[in-house]
């Protein structure tokens, strides 16, 4: 049974979702697929993912973009969701910073933060890096392009200064915050590497992997099998 009530549990996973409108998310694959395509895509990774967090019983919260679009978001993934709107405007930093502020501000003790980009993310992943944050101050999932798919924080050792003048979309974000991170004397425990999907590379490395194992992420091989996407990108 989904759990809605982040109270229940002094641990968290913050989402960061955008509607899923044809032109609005998952741009770079569009060109591949078309702007409807990709869009009914992104609905697929965000529904494996979510459903994989209710499975394992993580409390959940929410942000989504644009700020007007809640009554979107909860018919699309339940209205009983802990939900709020991404603050920031358009600094990715920014709005992972006041994420982190507002859900520490309710009284959770550990949160981590993923992307809504990654629809075979394995639980295990979110287990290890949640447990990490009982005896690490932070946490990060280091991409294999040089970002990261997932950051956290306990909620004492709450760094904001790790997202200022990072060069968000660029091979330096993982080591410009780890500096961040070396700066503040904050060790970091790592999880394992994965991969999130923004390119047509990306996509042919999931589609490679859910062919074999389309449990990882079943919405989504559904998906890609209906609409014919496995050729486009073999």
């Known amino acids: 049974m989904p759990v809605y009530l982040m109270k229940l549990d002094p641990s968290s996973v913050i989402l960061f979702v955008k509607t899923p409108v044809a032109g609005y998310v998952k741009t770079r694959l569009a060109s ?3 702007d409807l395509a990709a869009a009914g895509l992104y609905r697929c990774f965000v529904n494996d993912l979510v ?3 209710d499975a394992a019983e993580f409390p959940l ?3 989504y973009d644009p700020p007007d679009a809640e009554p979107l978001i909860r018919r699309w993934l339940g209205e009983e969701r802990v939900c709020s709107p991404q603050n920031g405007d358009d600094d990715l ?4 910073k006041k994420a982190f502020q507002e859900v520490f501000s309710t009284g959770i003790k550990r949160a981590v933060l993923v992307g809504s980009d990654l629809p075979d993310l394995p639980a295990e992943i979110l287990t290890d890096a949640l447990a990490a944050l009982t005896d690490h101050p932070a946490v990060i999932g280091p991409c294999k392009d040089g970002g990261y798919y997932l950051i956290g924080f306990n909620s004492e050792a709450f760094t904001p200064a790790v997202f200022d003048g990072i060069p968000w979309s660029s091979d330096q974000v993982l080591p410009a915050t780890l500096n961040r991170f070396v700066a503040a004397g904050l060790p970091v425990h790592r999880t394992p590497e994965w991969r999130d999907i923004d390119t047509a590379e990306d996509l042919t490395d999931l589609i490679a992997t859910l062919i074999k194992h389309p449990e990882n992420a079943p919405e989504t091989a559904v998906y890609l099998s209906q609409v014919r996407l496995w050729r486009i990108f073999e």
């Open 32 to 34: 591949n697929m078309g």
């Open 51 to 53: 459903r994989k967090i």
């Open 61 to 63: 919260h929410i942000f």
């Open 93 to 96: 930093g920014e709005r992972m």
